[in-house]
């Protein structure tokens, strides 16, 4: 028997609940990606709250309406949001957009929670993007902290008695099937400079992920191992500080034409570059594959 025609989905569903800070499958979701028979790629947004993720999760569905903004305080997205729609540019191919609650909430003051969402965001995404707002600064690469902790939570094979070399086979294991590495800086407001010298998006970023003589390494060097593939693109704010509030209403004109700019190139490189989601071995992932995740 044939498995039933896939059906737009008009907006986003809850598929991790996060309720007082417990983590739980939302059936209807996974239902939902079982019925998908097509290759998915799969984009993930994370970063602090607040950021503008799910405003720009909504450019790459290619509509103003989606997932929900936090327009007020208090954020909105709790747990992690899914979005299936049909791929823009890849025939046959589903895209999944996975929406993810800000890190570092104050009012739920719980890192162990922030970093099972961010582990889960990597394990089910074939491109991570990290939003961050201001410029790329030892504060944003060490709000990334979770990436440090990774090794604990996300195990490729059993446990045994680890040693340094063992270590270092375990990451070079993890590379395998880790998302593309996407970093969005929104409210840009610098120059692109470095002593002096122009740069472009992807130098910055290196330059930021460069060890330091002094400083503590620990987040460059896991996002450098665990992410080989790295891309960087630089926002400006998209409207005037009085026009912000009712960012959700503009048309895309009405933004500010660099941040157009760089939102068309942004979109384009996911839809492009990102590619289907690979298990171990390299196998293509579909939807009903990815729901097994959960199994
Ligand atoms: N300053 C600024 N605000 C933005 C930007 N993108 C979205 N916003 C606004 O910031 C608020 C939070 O956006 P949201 O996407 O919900 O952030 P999230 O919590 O990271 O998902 C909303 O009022 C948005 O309209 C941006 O690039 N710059
Ligand atoms: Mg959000």
Not at 66 to 75: D, E, R
Not at 139 to 151: D, G, I, K, M, P
Not at 258 to 273: G, H, L, P, R, T
């Amino acid at each position: 028997k044939r498995a039933p025609i896939v059906t737009v989905m008009e907006s986003p569903v809850c598929l991790i609940e996060n309720i007082d800070g417990t983590l739980r499958v939302v059936q209807e979701a996974t239902e939902y990606l079982m019925r998908i028979n097509q290759p998915v790629v799969v984009v993930a947004v994370v970063g602090l709250y607040r950021t503008g993720k799910s405003y720009l999760m909504n450019k790459l569905a290619g509509k103003r309406k989606g997932f929900a903004l936090g327009a007020t305080v208090q954020s909105k997205t709790k747990g992690i949001w899914m979005w299936c729609v049909p791929h823009p540019v890849k025939e046959g191919h589903t895209l999944v957009l996975l929406d993810t609650e800000g890190l570092g909430d104050v009012e739920k003051g719980d890192q162990k929670n922030d970093a099972w969402i961010f582990s889960l965001a990597i394990l089910l995404s074939s491109t991570l993007v990290y939003n961050s707002r201001g410029t790329i600064d030892n504060q944003a690469v060490e709000n990334l902290q979770y990436v440090t902790e990774l090794t604990e939570r996300i195990k490729v094979k059993a446990p045994s008695a680890s040693s340094a070399e063992d270590d270092d086979a375990e990451d070079a294991q993890f590379v395998q099937f880790f998302p593309s590495f996407v970093w969005a800086v929104r409210d840009f407001t610098l120059l692109l400079e470095i002593d002096g010298r122009q740069v472009n998006e992807d130098q910055y970023l290196e330059h930021a992920l460069t060890l330091k003589k002094v400083d503590y390494n620990l987040p460059r060097e896991c996002i450098r191992n665990y992410f080989p593939t790295r891309k960087c693109f630089i926002f400006e704010t998209p409207a005037p500080p009085e026009k912000m509030a009712h960012l959700e209403s503009m048309t895309e004109s009405e933004l500010s034409p660099s941040f157009q700019a760089v939102a068309f190139d942004f979109c384009n490189y996911i839809f492009k570059e990102s590619s289907v989601k690979k298990v171990k071995g390299g196998l293509p992932v579909t939807g009903r594959s990815e729901s097994t995740v959960f199994k």
